[in-house]
């Protein structure tokens, strides 16, 4: 596989990133969110000039968004790119930046890259994205390629407009739609770039598995092998297992905190599913979600659970232990019963990295009881929180 451990054995450093909106992590506090071993936490700073009085300047004065979520461990902000399309009624995208009308008062801001770079600066999050040009993955023609070199030059204008060069790592964000020539004329020119790290754009948003692991694949082939590499969006556990073996190590999504609100959806993400909490069948059922698993939740409670944690945990492990292909196939078999029920997507693209799926599984695929939380990546110069 393309796992990280097959890159440099320093460099373990495949994790998802928690989701955070207006500083707070939905439903759990910053000492629970520590407990569950999570080096990183997602931040989208967009919403922080929009948001009346959490303008970035107040929260430069609480000692940037660390002392202001009580936060000791690593951040990082996104620069608002994807509201391009979550908020498309309400902007309009320029060569200068992108127009957005406040959904709270009306007022009409512009966010350039300079001003997303000034605000992340002073947010003082350990990793902080690049603006780019945003575009839904099913759209195609000549947009696509505008999106994509714009993104060129803003991460230029990004690069310049950096105060905090050598306490912040600014990554770049790969784009070019499901266009394999575009896809690969942005690694060209963005990798010459020099930056800490590279992450992917513009997928996830409704296009085919077999469209997006491909493009997948073309992007970790292109990547410099010794800085981290981000997939943007990607949080389904299939995906997240799939796209570890073709060399991502860092993802975000809101899937897992959505799911799990109760009074939306109800469901616990489980190694072989999920269930849907809600039904009645469950409603007399005292035993834990997962016997299996030694979280928080699964020792004392009985009501949720989040998967996508001990997902990465065990790919961690299993990099560390050099048996990342077993861990590949024992856990698709207990997702989907037998290999032959695999999404023939996923199927394929574990093939390219000579992962086979037809060996039969370990006799204890799941027991993850005895995990312990593993070190925190290595991203030059990460600080030293944790």
Same mark, same amino acid.
């Not at 690694?187 to 692991?213: C, H, N, Y």
């Given at each position: 596989?393309?796992? #990280? ?96 009308? %406040? $959904? ?8 350039? #890259? ?89 997928? %996830? ?18 990547? $410099?092998?010794?800085? $981290? ?113 695999? $999404? ?15 060996? #039969? ?7 993850? %009881? ?17």
């Amino acid at each position: 596989s393309k796992a #990280p451990f097959c890159r440099a054995i320093e460099c373990v450093v495949t994790f998802t990133c928690p989701y955070s909106m207006q500083c707070g992590r939905p439903t759990l506090l910053p000492g629970q969110l520590q407990f569950l071993y999570d080096r990183l936490c997602f931040r989208c700073d967009v919403e922080c000039p929009l948001i009346p009085f959490q303008g970035p300047d107040l929260i430069k004065k609480a000692n940037g968004l660390h002392g202001f979520m009580n936060w000791p461990r690593n951040l990082l902000t996104d620069s608002g790119g994807f509201q391009m399309v979550s908020l498309v009624e309400l902007s309009e995208v320029t060569e200068e930046g992108v127009r957005f009308r %406040s $959904p709270y008062d009306g007022e009409e801001i512009l966010l350039s #890259p300079e001003k997303s770079i000034e605000i992340q600066n002073a947010l003082g999050s350990d990793i902080m994205m690049q603006l780019d040009d945003v575009v839904s993955s099913t759209v195609t023609g000549p947009r696509v390629e505008e999106a994509m070199y714009r993104s060129v030059r803003w991460l230029d204008r990004c690069i310049a407009a950096n105060k905090r060069p050598d306490e912040q790592n600014l990554f770049a964000i790969i784009q070019g739609g499901l266009d394999p020539v575009l896809r690969t004329k942005c690694l060209e020119e963005m990798t010459q770039r020099d930056v800490p790290g590279f992450a992917i754009g513009g997928l %996830s948003g409704g296009e085919s598995k077999d469209q997006f692991w491909k493009m997948v694949s073309l992007s970790t082939d292109r990547l $410099p092998r010794e800085k $981290p590499r981000y997939l943007m969006g990607v949080g389904y556990a299939t995906d997240l297992v799939v796209c570890v073996a073709l060399g991502f190590d860092m993802f975000d999504c809101v899937f897992p905190t959505r799911t799990a609100w109760g009074r939306r959806f109800g469901s616990a993400l489980v190694p072989w599913g999920s269930l849907q909490l809600k039904n009645k069948q469950f409603a007399k059922d005292f035993r834990p979600i997962d016997e299996n698993c030694d979280c928080p939740t699964c020792q004392r409670y009985s009501y949720l659970q989040g998967q996508d944690h001990t997902c990465a945990l065990r790919s961690r492990e299993s990099i560390i232990e050099q048996r990342f292909p077993q861990f590949v196939q024992d856990f698709m078999t207990t997702m989907y019963g037998s290999w032959e029920r695999c $999404p023939q997507w996923a199927v394929d693209a574990l093939a390219s990295v000579s992962i086979s799926l037809e060996r #039969p599984p370990s006799k204890n695929p799941l027991d993850y %009881s005895n995990a312990c939380p593993l070190p925190s990546p290595s991203l030059p110069p990460l600080s030293s929180r944790d």
